[in-house]
């Protein structure tokens, strides 16, 4: 439907900021004030961005069964960044562990947010009406900002993360 595509533009302009915030992040030689600023800037962003993505656009899409295992798929593929990114709070930042894990986190945020933005998006615009897209545009920056007032480091191993 027309109309929809300022609700993605600015999903993605959230994408491209947490890619430019990787690349930030990945340029830090060494633990210090830099790497630790950033990384809780970029935690803050991707907790942030999920929560208020899951309840503007994936609570929408939920209700759709034409997106129902696409919106699951997502939903899940969040839980897995935020383990991520709490695993890497949780590991010492001078260690090469913490570059590798890093890198690993980057690898599968790319992934999901590639997919939304080439698979996800189009499909989805197919199915919003203009109700949906009022209802997110209306939700999506309030609870980002509520969410982001909210956000903190969350160091949890991975090994110790709630299923």
């Known amino acids: 439907m027309p109309g929809h595509e300022d609700i993605f533009e600015r999903l993605k302009q959230?994408?491209?900021?947490?890619?430019?915030?990787?690349?930030?992040l990945a340029g830090t030689e060494e633990a210090g004030d830099q790497?630790?600023?950033?990384?809780?800037?970029?935690?803050?962003?991707?907790?942030?961005?999920?929560?208020?993505?899951?309840?503007?656009?994936?609570?929408?899409?939920?209700?759709?069964?034409e997106t129902t295992d696409e919106t699951r798929h997502s939903v899940a593929e969040h839980k897995e960044v935020e383990d991520l990114l709490n695993d890497l709070a949780a590991t010492e930042m001078s260690s090469s562990e913490w570059g590798e894990k890093l890198g690993h986190l980057q690898h599968r945020y790319f992934h999901h947010i590639?997919?939304?933005?080439?698979?996800?998006?189009?499909?989805?615009?197919?199915?919003?009406?203009?109700?949906?897209?009022r209802y997110m545009?209306?939700?999506?920056?309030?609870?980002?900002?509520?969410?982001?007032?909210?956000?903190?480091?969350?160091p949890e191993k991975l090994e110790d993360a709630k299923e």
């Open 114 to 133: 590639e997919e939304e933005e080439d698979e996800h998006f189009p499909d989805f615009a197919r199915y919003l009406s203009e109700e949906d897209v």
């Open 35 to 65: 790497r630790g600023r950033l990384l809780e800037r970029l935690t803050k962003e991707l907790k942030a961005h999920a929560a208020a993505e899951e309840q503007a656009l994936y609570s929408t899409m939920m209700r759709k069964p």
């Open 137 to 154: 545009r209306a939700v999506f920056e309030r609870r980002k900002q509520a969410e982001e007032a909210e956000a903190e480091v969350t």
């Open 14 to 24: 959230d994408h491209d900021r947490h890619r430019e915030l990787f690349g930030q």
